[in-house]
């Protein structure tokens, strides 16, 4: 059984290609037995490396979460023309899955998008795209428990009274935190029975609902009253929680065994399966709910598989499936959202706490994380405001299209520079594209999502700046 391996901190052994960012020298990151680019660590039972089925159920059980459960309902007031941006943005989407499984190629470490900033721009990058990862994973995480009570509605009711409500999105976040803290054998576990399960009801919905299609029930074209293309754009901010993971192996390229080989892989085999079940969903969801109700949905594929069969046997199944779903992707969030800060942290970019580890998982960065998505979650309960999951997922938008874009911005640093040892020539073209293709969706994405959750990320972001002069000066007084 082999360990987990930590980040790595300065060393001379050399590994094959990835570097390692110290300041504004890069040095070779150390290798060790069965993973060249990082050293053991965690050792123990509780920790274990995922190989290429975890970590692709890693990938599509975190991008197949509370998003295609509940996103129908929140894009049916776009009217179809949410299905041109779902189309758009799986498109999107494939790209920056291949920008990050050629980054991972490059560099396997455990940090995702903060390791590529960083090694390609310095410190400041690969902070900024670690603290908007975390805000991302925290936000995100304190959505998927607003949606998940809604299904959670169908079989008990819990949306009479907000604090039993509030109380059960609480649950729903810290039994997956407490099997992060069990250690990674049980994320694993947990990610791939969850994502196992919970295709079924997906795929019966997705391949089913083609059968009871009724075009009556589309609705018109662009139900918005503006222009289609700001439609597409709309609706696309609101999707894009929906394709949220698709980094997930990256981020966790430590802990994936042979990383060069696998974290590509599992990243496009992952995306690329999560799309096809998405588009053919959302299409039978569109088709088997009359368009006003799905509007005011909290519980579209219930409606929708009810409507299918007739009576609620069929909905109480897939709220269950629902559940598990969401509890999957909050599973596997949760171990993403220590896992970046836990990266940084050993780079001295965040504080030293987070760097903890405990078999095999960063204990320190899952308890904050959790902590945080709880108080966010109580705060919007008890605040009343009107569609928070939508606010909810507009914030994670623009904190997400942060990394995303700095990421894809060091692929294009390393095309550009033609360093040998960074860039293959065979591929150069073709990689090229793909990552303009990546960079001008991320912009896009940018604008979809909306003047004020532009507004409210900023400010999440200044406030990052903070505590980055905080924490660089401190290493300026540490010898």
């Not at 504004?24 to 660590?41: E, V």
């Not at 990050?100 to 690969?126: I, N």
């Not at 990552?435 to 004020?452: D, H």
């Amino acid at each position: 059984m082999e360990s987990v391996p930590a980040i790595p901190g300065t060393c001379s052994r050399k590994a094959h290609h990835p570097m390692h960012v110290t300041g504004t020298a890069r040095q070779p990151a150390p290798a060790s037995r069965g993973n060249p680019a990082a050293p053991a660590d965690g050792n123990g039972r509780h920790a274990r490396r995922f190989g290429l089925p975890v970590a692709t159920a890693l990938v599509m059980g975190n991008i197949i979460g509370g998003g295609i459960f509940l996103l129908p309902a929140s894009v049916a007031p776009y009217g179809t023309v949410s299905l041109v941006a779902f189309g758009v943005l799986t498109v999107g989407a494939i790209a920056l899955a291949l920008v990050f499984g050629r980054l991972a190629e490059r560099d396997p470490r455990t940090g995702g998008p903060y390791v590529y900033a960083r090694e390609a721009f310095g410190d400041f990058a690969g902070f900024l795209a670690a603290w908007a990862y975390w805000i991302t994973t925290w936000v995100s995480n304190a959505a998927l428990a607003v949606a998940a009570v809604g299904y959670l509605d169908v079989l008990v009711p819990v949306n009479d009274h907000v604090w039993s409500a509030c109380l059960a999105a609480l649950v729903l976040q810290w039994l997956p935190a407490l099997a992060n803290f069990a250690g990674t054998r049980y994320v694993g576990a947990v990610q791939l029975v969850s994502t196992v399960l919970k295709f079924a009801p997906l795929l019966l919905v997705a391949v089913g609902g083609l059968f009871f299609f009724d075009s009556g029930n589309l609705g018109p074209f662009n139900a918005s009253g503006g222009s289609a293309v700001g439609a597409v754009s709309a609706a696309a901010g609101l999707l894009l929680f929906s394709y949220l993971g698709v980094e997930s192996a990256s981020v966790s390229a430590g802990e994936v065994k042979n990383p060069r080989r696998n974290v590509g892989r599992a990243t496009v085999i992952g995306t690329t399966g999560a799309a096809l079940v998405y588009l053919l969903g959302t299409l039978s969801v569109f088709g088997t709910v009359a368009h006003d109700r799905l509007a005011e949905s909290s519980a579209p594929f219930t409606d929708a598989v009810n409507a299918m069969f007739g009576g609620t046997w069929g909905g109480w199944a897939v709220a269950l499936a629902a559940l598990v779903s969401m509890t999957g992707c909050l599973n596997g969030w949760t171990l993403l959202s220590a896992q970046t800060p836990y990266a940084a942290a050993k780079d001295g970019l965040f504080p030293a706490a987070f760097a903890r580890r405990r078999r095999g998982v960063p204990t320190v960065g899952v308890g904050v994380t959790v902590v945080l998505a709880s108080l966010l979650t109580v705060y919007n309960y008890t605040a009343g405001s009107a569609r928070v999951f939508d606010v909810l997922v507009l914030v994670t938008t623009f904190t997400a299209t942060v990394p995303y874009l700095l990421a894809t911005a060091a692929q294009l640093f390393h095309l550009v520079s033609g360093r040998r040892e960074l860039v293959n020539r065979r591929r150069l073209v073709r990689d090229t594209v793909v990552a303009a293709v990546a960079a001008a969706f991320s912009m896009w994405l940018v604008a979809g999502a909306g003047y004020a959750a532009v507004y409210q990320g900023v400010l999440f972001l200044f406030a990052g700046v903070i505590v980055y002069a905080v924490m660089a000066a401190r290493r300026q007084r540490t010898p």
